[in-house]
């Protein structure tokens, strides 16, 4: 592939250079991506983000499908991982995730235990598997489209969720439902706070402080879908201001300006936000590209005490 010739010479050509990082641990739902990044790996070797087919894993999987009876139409694998370039010239892919798409014939695809049964036959074939030959499916994905009359019904669920399943014992009907209601799974995320942070912004318009933008943004936890990847709800911890300041100069003229729109922040109080803990006021200043961050309650002391000037520019930066 033209992309992956191109890095390849650019990692070669940079490995002389290039310092020992170890490659970083991923964990979750892997998101189908391009190789982009690259890093030093073991030894001589260095990694590139990859995804490749698994031809070797299609065939045996296919395979130990039929000896098991279990008739297929079509078996597709691919893994998602890291390539590993040496300056030896050799190379290999390490599989961190396989996808498995399989196409199988039920005699009807609105019979809920007819096709769990078909999902239960997938399962103890891909647990009887050696690893070698499919490896890591439980951290990838199974698809199954199940066909009849020229209809079909497709379910994708994470490997390891119809494994725990199938362990646990659940056949037919049981199985094919609790297969279709995965959980969703958390994920750490910032959130921007439109609705309140156009309030903010107008506040501080109203103060006449044309120099000054402000936002509002909750931290909390996105549920994802592990197969499509939506967003199904999200959770806000706790919700920070961030206030941006151009146009002053000097200690003096900072602190007076970052007063002002700090009075305008503490009309909007973390109990009648998103989140159940207070969150932090971020101050920064342009052009010198510095910034303070204090919490909530130090800011709205600041307030309180009329601190403005070198005296809040202090505090700013102590943070108390």
Known sequence: MRYRLLLVSIILGLAALACSISAPSVTGTPLPHTPTASAQGPGDCLYV???????????????????DGVMV??????????????????????????????????????????????????LKVLEGLPYEQL???????????????????????????GADLFDQGL????????LRHQPCQAYATYVKLDEISAKVQAEMIAAGLTNVSAYVQGYGTHCIDPVTQAVESTSILYTNYQIDISGASGRAAQGDMAAQALAVIVKFPPETLPGDEPGDVTVAFAPEGVSYTVSFATALKSVNQGLKGEELFALLETGY
């Open 49 to 67: 983000e990859a995804s490749n087919p698994l031809p070797d894993s299609q065939t045996a999987l296919r395979m130990a499908l039929e000896a």
């Open 171 to 178: 056949r037919g009907a049981a199985l094919w439902e609790a």
């Open 73 to 122: 139409q079509a078996v597709s694998v691919y893994g998602e991982g890291e390539d590993y370039i040496c300056e030896d010239g050799s190379s290999r892919f390490s599989v961190r995730a396989a996808f498995a798409t399989l196409t199988l014939p039920v005699d009807d695809v609105n019979a809920k235990e007819q096709l769990g049964s078909k999902a239960a036959e997938v």
């Open 135 to 161: 490896p890591n499916w439980r951290s990838g994905q199974v698809r199954l489209i199940l066909t009849s009359a020229g209809r079909q019904v497709e379910l994708k669920f994470l490997g390891s969720f």
